[in-house]
């Protein structure tokens, strides 16, 4: 009889975590760091995405590559650190030919420009199967000053970045689920799908003020809940406090159910953070100062797990399928 | 009319340099460099490989995780490097279950303390298509110490070492190409095929004697003809003079043509270097201090191209499916 597979977490847990150095934080964080130049830790991610699972197959290539920079720039961005260049290899179908990889490189060269970021190196190599791309990205911040996944406390107020559910909601735009929208509400909630927005700006800004965060891919409760792991707490969200963009908004209204889109589908890549509420009026100057909307959606607390309250105080239960009331 | 596809080195020149950052070497070494700690610089490296193109379906997946490892590690140990971690990325098909993964940690585990060399983190992504993996790899080297491709001048003798041809015979032996050999020569082969050794220990000896040099993942031809183009020089190599395992003496002595093996193939992963006449005796205590064998095959000369002499003094021509003489 078959063993039930291991899930992610403990296959890293028994297989890769006893390979892990003292600098990839036992894995539990979203990035590695190592010493870097004087008075430097350099911050190190990897991620791929994979043809047909992560990315359409005719999904234009310089938005390809763009978004797979900036998932990792998002992790950067999170810990509050600065992007240095990044290593690419590439497992490539004969279909993806050179206009394909011309595209491809243009998606490269305008975030070089808006990022400052560029190339190390990296590797090109033939598959039979789906387009295979792994990016390596990284980055810099002073030492001491990572914002890590384990320094929130009881108390603390959590917060997010931008705006949340456009991706998910985007995603089921593409796909055809979303009827009656206006275009440009339709395309707005794309280009969130598409090409998210690393806060670069302001996750550097929030060095010395926050205390912990992570970037949301998996979605709110999930990288909330990572954090809570890390730091041996608890949190509760306030669902009607989620910040949401016009577009989500009106979906919202007239299909209440979507509001998971913010809370439980991820692709969003804003940040999500915890900070004393004494720093407030930092929070706020950090987030004037990058340009970037910020609001306050719960607090941390004492004991683990993420709780989601409605508008009238009840618990949100949340699942893969929906959500009620318990 | 659709153009001709370019070549891996027209793609590279044309999309991706432009990409590079300045520690990229302009993408025509095999690594890149950033400043690291006081004193030392990071030297980085990143491969992918493809079930079906790289490696056998089938093949052990210790093997499989030690191969990929030792490929980039090899190009660390080409520059004078010691490794320091690696990111890991993969792309699993369902087929890759936890008794895989038990091994493919396994193989991690054996070369973490045989190379001491661990983890940074990375990412693990379903395919439908076939398993493909990406490491990352980061060493250190002091500052200006690192043993680039440029740096080779006429006089020069080119060295290698270990053995040459090994793995292109134990991948024909593999196949069952190559009949008429004893069980331990065949084992010595495919080992050789299977688990390259990185010549660690011997480039760390070599920096500040070596003027240049690279790991032979292509062919001694090809690898050395690297080293000559970013060094603006040419070379010619003594076909008689190669370095060659008892077992691959005996197949080479019935079946001259088999010499190729030793010039125009790949996967040995021993290291190609120029280092001045005058710094012979260096070289051979570098060699003995690392308990691995250095042969001078050739010598760098005004011009460019890689030239092969025979033990006549005759051209040999070399090309994918054989040599004759010009």
């Given at each position: 009889m078959a063993a039930k597979p291991l899930g992610e977490f403990a296959r890293i847990a028994r297989f890769f975590a006893p390979l892990?150095?003292?600098?990839?934080?036992?894995?539990?964080?979203d990035v590695a760091l190592i010493a870097g130049r004087r008075g430097e830790h350099y911050v190190l991610k990897a991620d791929a995405i994979v043809e047909g699972v992560?990315?359409?197959?005719?999904?234009?290539p310089a938005d390809v590559a763009r978004k797979l920079l900036r998932v990792n720039l998002s992790d950067l961005a999170a810990k509050g650190a600065i992007p240095v260049g990044y290593l690419l290899t590439m497992a490539l179908p004969k279909s993806r030919n050179d206009r394909w990889l011309a595209s491809f490189s243009r998606g490269l060269a305008a975030d070089r420009r808006k990022y400052r970021v560029g190339l190390f190196g990296g590797d090109s190599v033939a598959t039979r199967g789906p387009t295979v791309l792994s990016l390596a990205a990284i980055g810099r911040v002073a030492q001491g000053r990572a914002i890590l996944r384990d320094g929130a406390r009881p108390g603390d107020v959590v917060y997010v970045s931008g705006t949340l559910g456009d991706a998910a909601l985007g995603l089921a735009a593409i796909k055809g689920r979303l009827p009656r929208m206006s275009r440009a509400a339709r395309r707005y909630l794309e280009r969130r799908y598409r090409l998210p927005e690393p806060r670069l700006g302001l996750g550097r800004r929030l060095t010395g003020i926050a205390r912990a965060a992570a970037d949301i891919s998996d979605g709110l409760v999930a990288d909330l809940g990572h954090v809570c792991t890390a730091s041996g707490v608890g949190a509760v969200i306030e669902a009607a406090r989620l910040p949401l963009s016009a577009a989500a908004r009106s979906i919202i209204a007239r299909s209440?159910?979507?509001?998971r889109a913010a809370l439980t589908h991820g692709d969003d890549y804003e940040i999500v953070f915890a900070a004393p509420s004494h720093a407030s009026g930092r929070v706020a100057a950090a987030a004037r100062a990058a340009g970037v909307r910020v609001t306050a959606v719960g607090r941390i607390v004492a004991g683990r797990g993420v709780r989601v309250l409605d508008a009238k105080g009840r618990r949100l239960r949340l699942s893969r399928v929906g959500y009620r009331h318990v």
């Open positions: 892990a150095l003292p600098g990839a934080l036992n894995l539990r964080d992560h990315f359409f197959a005719d999904d234009p209440p159910g979507r509001i």
